[in-house]
């Protein structure tokens, strides 16, 4: 057996860390392609597929559980990258030459995995597979690129490599066939990854999910901060229950599983279709106070509608008479309003014209949630109610790292927006928001897909919290307890 060990540091030392940041590719330790490669049934042949194989991890932690059950192996690999592709070829030979009583057959494709695939699952033509196991390169795609145009003539809309490489492999895999990878958890839930949900849900069963409680030592060597997940699927199969299994980082020393209802994954009524991944029991109900969807208590989200870089001319960094407060995230960098704070790449203000003030809204109560929080914050959802006389103004521009409550493009009432961002700053919130997001972004989707409070309870949150002189974490899980 090679020492993946040492082939990682190798690799790492003939390709930069800038250079696999442009490929999108890393290499997962061995402990973790062992774990992915125990997921699969091993029949007596196996035709498997590994897409952005790197230096074939995966693929050799496959054929080793493949020789121990005397599993006849044809094996396809794509890998672009040239210093990769020498290393996989190694690794390939190894298997090809030292076990050929096992009869491992293999095919490095040093080409593109969608400029190749693409067409043939369009015409229905070529190999179909067994097997599929995937560490996918993850990057975004932009709706004119070549892939995004590829995948779309296979059936496939997706924004990010990594989705449009598990939605090819789920094409090509045969029926009873299975899929493991190791890929980022913002699928899960987002406007953007519905198109990939709903055909991973149309064709797939979901099997098993492994969460790293650790956001940063799934790939520990290489400094990935995405927080990944395991997923097991199998295409065209009845859906059962799902296993979710948990540990700290790779090692796996900590290993839990917990079975669950496929009800406790995907919401029967959630038409978005998140995925949820409960680590416990006691996660999988929607919390006792969350009755209430934000239509029905007359509440509205967005996201906050100024581009910044698409006013450019209308730019300014001090308030003067023609001029509108910009706000951005960091205007509320101390968890108060500092405005206006100067920022070496962002105005504090607009210039009223014509071209900016259809994208202002009125002075009023409003409550903001920063969409991108740094993977180092406590809580993932933070709010903050920005009340009118913060600012001497009759119109304000919100930047679009922002998401805005508000009811008809204006503001709100004054304890509703108190009790409104007092709920969403509450520990039970962030617990629930973790089990179906599992990455440092909050869209204006997720917080329309969640429930609330009534209005008459937000109404008596804000007032309850109104009469705090401090309103810290242990006082505003307090409030929302005795809702």
């Not at 406007?191 to 098993?208: D, T, V």
């Not at 409003?366 to 109610?385: I, T």
Request: glycine share 4%; aromatic share 8%.
């Amino acid at each position: 057996m090679l020492n993946t060990s040492s082939l990682h540091r190798e690799v790492c030392q003939q390709l930069p860390d800038t250079q696999r940041s442009q490929l999108g590719q890393y290499m997962p330790p061995a402990a973790i392609a062992r774990f992915m490669a125990s997921l699969f049934r091993y029949p007596e042949q196996a035709r498997l597929l590994d897409a952005g194989a790197g230096t074939g991890s995966l693929t050799a932690a496959f054929l080793d559980s493949a020789l121990q059950y005397n599993t006849e192996t044809e094996v396809d690999v794509w890998e672009i990258d040239p210093t990769l592709s020498r290393y996989l070829k190694t690794r390939l030979d190894h298997y090809s030459t030292q076990h050929e009583q096992a009869r491992i057959t293999t095919h490095l494709h040093p080409i593109d995995f969608i400029e190749d695939n693409s067409l043939r699952v369009q015409m229905g033509i070529g190999k179909r597979y067994t097997h599929a196991i995937l560490n996918p390169p993850y990057k975004k795609i932009n709706t004119q690129s070549r892939h995004r145009q590829l995948l779309r003539t296979a059936g496939i809309e997706t924004v990010n490599l990594y989705t449009g490489f598990v939605a090819l492999a789920i094409l090509l895999l045969e029926t009873g066939g299975e899929l493991v990878a190791i890929i980022p958890r913002s699928f899960c839930n987002g406007s953007y990854y519905r198109p990939f949900r709903e055909l991973l849900l149309q064709h797939c069963a979901i099997r098993h999910l492994h969460l790293f409680e650790s956001r940063s030592k799934a790939f520990g060597a290489d400094n990935v901060l995405q927080e990944n997940i395991i997923v097991h699927l199998c295409k065209g199969m009845e859906q059962g229950n799902v296993t979710v299994s948990t540990s700290h980082d790779a090692s796996f020393a900590d290993y839990q599983e917990i079975c669950f209802d496929f009800a406790a994954i995907i919401k029967s009524d959630d038409a978005e279709q998140f995925i949820h991944i409960p680590t416990s029991q006691h996660e999988t109900d929607i919390p006792a106070i969350c009755t209430h969807t934000l239509q029905a208590i007359g509440l509205e989200v967005c996201t906050g509608p100024i581009v910044d870089f698409r006013l450019k001319e209308c730019w300014s960094e001090q308030p003067a008479a023609d001029t509108v407060p910009l706000l951005y995230p960091h205007h509320f960098s101390t968890g108060e309003l500092v405005w206006p704070k100067q920022h070496k790449k962002k105005p504090n203000t607009l210039h009223l014209t014509p071209v900016s003030r259809k994208w202002l809204m009125p002075n009023g109560h409003y409550v903001l949630v920063k969409r991108f929080s740094s993977k180092e914050e406590r809580r993932r959802v933070v709010a903050y109610h920005l009340q009118p006389d913060m600012l001497d103004t009759e119109l304000i521009g919100f930047e679009n790292h922002w998401n805005v409550f508000h009811i008809g493009k204006q503001g709100m009432d004054a304890t509703l927006a108190e009790g409104l961002a007092t709920f969403l700053n509450s520990t039970i919130l962030d617990d629930w928001f973790r089990v179906f997001s599992g990455h440092t972004q909050v869209n204006a989707t997720d917080l329309r897909t969640l429930h609330y409070p009534s209005h008459v309870q937000l109404l008596e949150l804000g007032k309850q919290a109104a009469n705090c002189i401090t309103l810290d974490q242990t006082t505003i899980d307090r409030l929302v307890a005795a809702l």
